[in-house]
């Protein structure tokens, strides 16, 4: 079974330009996650979807990040400016079946971002 | 607000030793816990995860946790350290009333001597 797979792997970009970085769940599985992960820290939440509904975005910068997972599968995270602080790792992962906290959450091999 | 600590950022052991990570959290819901490792340009691996009953749980490549309720702890334990277990290790807690949000601690970076 084939895993996550995010694309690039990596990125290096001039402040105020655009990214975005895309995610392919494992198949069948119905949720997805994009977390952010500093240096030195571990993975934070951005955005959950359920299938193609957003049903947590409380921690996405909505001022620059949006997301979108058209037909429920694949997903884009964008950020358009990008700033020097969003560089990180940018980590997506899915579950397979929404609402369940004890789920697994299986990750991808994250995007890291560099903004120079 | 729920948080997780891991009060190790680095911890050293030589090669055959044991190892105890240490997890503790803040949770005001009955929490869900999990281990994942960190392998460098890697994703997160799932190595074990406690939900309810047996408080002492077997995961892969030879880890256990064990859950204590009264002192908020999820402890990572492995007899026998190998040095292709050296990466980095994250506790992370999750609760069915925050959905399944999970909430991560910062890390310990596991580095094997031999």
């Known amino acids: 079974e084939a895993g996550v797979v995010q694309s690039p792997r990596y990125k290096i970009i001039e402040k105020k330009q655009p990214v975005a970085f895309w995610c392919n769940p494992i198949?069948?599985?119905?949720?997805l996650y994009w977390y952010r992960q500093n240096l030195g820290q571990g993975p934070e939440l951005l955005i959950r979807?359920?299938?193609?509904?957003?049903?947590?975005d409380s921690q996405l910068p909505k001022d620059r990040f949006s997301a979108e997972r058209l037909k429920g599968v694949d997903s884009t995270l964008k950020i358009q400016p990008a700033e020097l602080g969003d560089s990180a790792v940018y980590l997506c992962a899915s579950s397979k079946l929404p609402g369940l906290a004890e789920e697994t959450q299986y990750f991808g091999p994250g995007t890291r971002l560099l903004v120079l | 607000a729920q948080s997780v600590t891991q009060p190790d950022i680095h911890i050293t052991v030589s090669e055959g030793a044991s190892l105890e990570l240490r997890c503790n959290y803040s949770y005001g819901a009955t929490p869900y816990l999990f281990w994942y490792v960190q392998s460098p340009g890697q994703g997160l691996q799932l190595l074990l995860k406690?939900?309810?009953?047996?408080?002492l749980v077997q995961g892969i490549k030879g880890f256990e946790a064990e859950f204590k309720r009264s002192q908020s702890s999820f402890n990572l334990r492995k007899p026998s350290v190998h040095w292709s277990d050296a990466a980095e290790y994250f506790c992370a807690v999750g609760a069915r009333e925050y959905g399944n949000k999970l909430v991560f601690g910062a890390g310990t970076i596991l580095r094997v001597k031999s």
């Open positions: 979807y359920e299938n193609e509904e957003a049903v947590d």
């Open positions: 406690y939900f309810s009953g047996d408080t």
């Open positions: 198949s069948g599985h119905n949720t």
